[in-house]
């Protein structure tokens, strides 16, 4: 997979915080993002083959508005 933009918050500058990741293949975006806790993980719930991470709801936005206007 090649991956044609990674789109990241402003709020993060060491380059290691949550991103969109856009591959040049397919409409699929990945998300970057921090494992949850063990004691979160009690609480979600996904389909078989699905998992969760974790963001600062204020980086998921703006990472949103980025994707958005991309």
Known sequence: MTIQKIIQADLCNS????????PTEGNDIFIQGYIPSDSERQNLTGPAGETFVKMPREVFEQIARKVLNS
Do not use: K, N, Q, R
């Open 15 to 22: 380059g290691g915080c949550p991103a969109a990741l856009v």
